[in-house]
């Protein structure tokens, strides 16, 4: 099965993938900062682990990584996309397999011999991931602009509403990359393939 | 009828930079800058001092400028905030400034003039019944604050596109600057400026505007953040010259839109 000359990753998905994953951490940071500002919850987040210094700094950050996050994120779907990787990596994809691979994985006995291969569970939290970061551009855009933007604005209902959107998207993010970051501690190889492409 | 220019902004990326650059060396920011945007947070990042801290606040004021000009080119003139019933006000109406309430400041109405100056053609004060007897109108609209929160109000005034046409204001200047009597200083683009609701307000809810809203006058634009909107506005001035503003010098976004 395995064929050793063949990358795990090609460059170009390390590249976004590691671009992608600072621009994550500076938006996730200067967010935490920004919504310290105006918390629409019982809690705010502490400031050592927020980035940005004060709100006006924050917001730098924030406005500087946004433009990061989106183009990275456009041209690794766009390569995704174009070379067919997506469909080859993620699909098949069903309910079914999804469960019978999380119920392996829970009783450890899920393979990870072959790295070119993604199990269900993975494809789905990836898949999800890729969705839930589109959902985070587009919120952040209605925040951002919501006048000039209308049409979005009215479908993800309104300043207000979007504003929790973009937060829950976040912790969506967040709770993924938790789990992931566990995932990779488990299997150290995968890291090394995501940095060295095997 | 005026003709608006809304990509003045994204033609003039030359004079952008070279602002930037100026904005970038005033001392008092930068010192500003490196108390603030340095803390908490950079040397997490960074490990400890790999990254130049100097260096990201030059990229980031950079990037601010970017933003400036693409949000000039984003800029619909014809797109309208949207507008909601009364009955959707936010009440109280929150106060928000750089001080606090216990110093809002008390503008005598007699004695108040309001100074034009710069590229206009008429440039006598005027006082405020003379703004009094000018058409006026009324708005529901959401102000958003750059902090993140949001509350509907309702302004009343001269629709901020007439007054500049009677003053006779050249409408190709780039910038229209505000002084205000609680030294507020702010400015905004001229696309923004002769936006059909941007409103040169005298109320709120149907009051003349209380002190803690801005008495005398405050810009409503319900197209820019809150602190765009000046409040006990003294002087207006329309320039090529950029004027800044009081948050946009320590760091906050000049354009400043949504
Ligand atoms: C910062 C620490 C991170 C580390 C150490 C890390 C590590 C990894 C590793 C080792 C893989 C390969 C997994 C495998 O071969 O089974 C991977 C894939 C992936 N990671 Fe991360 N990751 C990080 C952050 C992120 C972030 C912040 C996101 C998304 C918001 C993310 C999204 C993804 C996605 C979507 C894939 C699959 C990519 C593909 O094959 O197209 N990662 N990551």
């Known amino acids: 099965m395995t064929d050793d000359t063949r990358p795990i990753h090609p460059a170009w998905l390390r590249a976004t993938h590691w671009l992608n994953a600072l621009a994550v951490v500076i938006l996730a940071m200067s967010g935490w900062r920004i919504y310290n500002a105006a918390p629409f919850f019982d809690f705010t987040i502490p400031r050592e682990i927020t980035l940005g210094g004060w709100l006006g700094g924050a917001i730098q950050w924030h406005f500087a990584a946004m433009w990061l996050l989106a183009a990275n994120g456009l041209a690794y779907l766009l390569c995704n996309a174009g070379t067919g990787r997506l469909l080859r990596k993620f699909f098949p994809l069903s309910p079914r397999a999804i469960v019978a691979d999380l119920l392996a994985a829970l009783r450890g006995r899920l393979s990870h011999a072959d790295l070119h291969h993604y199990n269900a569970v993975q494809r789905a939290a990836y898949l999800l991931v890729m969705v839930d970061a589109v959902l985070l551009v587009l919120s952040g855009l209605v925040l951002w602009k919501s006048v000039q933007f209308p049409l979005l604005r009215e479908l993800l209902g309104g300043y207000e509403t979007a504003r929790r959107v973009h937060f829950f998207a976040m912790a969506a993010l967040v709770a993924f990359i938790a789990v992931h970051l566990a995932m990779v501690a488990v299997v150290p190889r995968t890291l090394v393939a995501m940095i060295r492409g095997r | 009828m005026i003709k608006t220019s809304p990509r003045r902004l994204a033609i003039d990326g030359d004079a952008v930079v070279k602002e930037a650059l100026r904005r ?26 790999i990254v130049d801290e100097e260096s ?27 507008t909601y019933p009364e009955s959707m006000i936010t009440r109280p109406f929150p106060f928000n400034a750089y001080y606090g309430e216990d110093e809002i400041r008390q503008v005598d109405a007699d004695s108040f003039r309001l100074e034009v100056t710069g590229m206009v053609a008429d440039k006598h004060a005027w006082t405020l019944p003379e703004l009094q007897a000018l058409p006026q109108t009324d708005q529901v609209t959401r102000h958003i604050c750059v902090e993140g929160w949001s509350a509907i109000g309702k302004w009343g005034g001269v629709p901020f596109s007439n007054f500049l046409s009677r003053i006779g ?24 400026a002769l936006h059909p609701q941007t409103l040169l307000t005298l109320s709120y809810d149907g009051q003349p505007l209380p002190p803690r809203y801005g008495f005398p006058m405050k810009l409503r634009m319900p197209t ?35």
Request: charged share 20%; glycine share 10%.
């Open chain 2, 24 to 49: 970038i060396e005033q001392p008092s920011r930068r010192l500003f800058l490196q108390r603030s945007l340095t803390l908490g947070g950079l040397s997490l990042l960074s490990g400890c001092a």
């Open chain 2, 56 to 82: 990201a606040e030059h990229a980031l004021m950079a990037v601010s400028r970017f933003n400036d000009t693409v949000q000039g080119w984003l800029f619909d003139p014809r797109q309208l905030a949207p």
């Open chain 2, 169 to 192: 204001a050249d409408t190709s200047a780039r910038y229209v600057g505000f002084k205000c009597s609680d030294d507020y200083y702010t400015s905004i683009d001229m696309p923004t």
């Open chain 2, 224 to 258: 820019k953040l809150g602190y765009k909107n000046p409040k006990h506005i003294q002087v207006i001035f329309v320039t090529n010259t950029y004027p800044g503003g009081y948050w946009e010098d320590q760091g906050y976004n000049w354009f400043g839109g949504s």
